[in-house]
């Protein structure tokens, strides 16, 4: 690892190159995405909405991180945070980007007065471990999904 200092930053602005430094992490998400750049047209539109935010960890201009969030709104939540896509780069693992990341979702979250919820897949357990660590509690619940083809 470097011995260049982490930047944790709130993308502002579209690059290729950024979109793909971002979709290099998806696999390591899931093992059902592919690498390929995030599309132009949805990474523009996160960063330009103000219910949305990209935050990328950069290790000498490489992204080594990222994460979504979103603010849900609705009668019964009011108003909360969604967090999705959060992942580190395997490789750096254990360097305290994920705790960085964190530390920023968090500050995001403050700065709207809202809560952070997120689901994790029961096979992450070191990711359940990162999250219970950080504060984070195990809500009862199910997740289901409806198919657009329906």
Known sequence: MSNHEVA????????????????????????SMGSAPVPEELLTEIINSPYHEQ??????RIIVG????????????NRSGYLEDFVTDPEMRGSGIGGKLWD????????????????SKSSRTAA????????????????FHVDQSI
Do not use: Q
């Open 8 to 31: 944790i930053e709130r993308m502002t602005k579209y690059s290729f190159e950024d979109a793909v430094g971002i979709g290099r992490l998806m696999p390591f998400l899931s093992k």
């Open 55 to 60: 935050l990328v960890a950069r290790l000498d």
């Open 104 to 119: 920023e979702m968090i500050a995001w979250c403050k700065e709207r007065d809202i809560s952070l919820e997120f689901t």
């Open 128 to 143: 359940h471990s990162f999250y219970l660590g950080h504060g984070a509690t195990i809500r009862d619940t199910t997740v």
């Open 66 to 77: 990222a994460a979504t969030l979103n603010i849900l709104m609705g009668p019964a939540v």
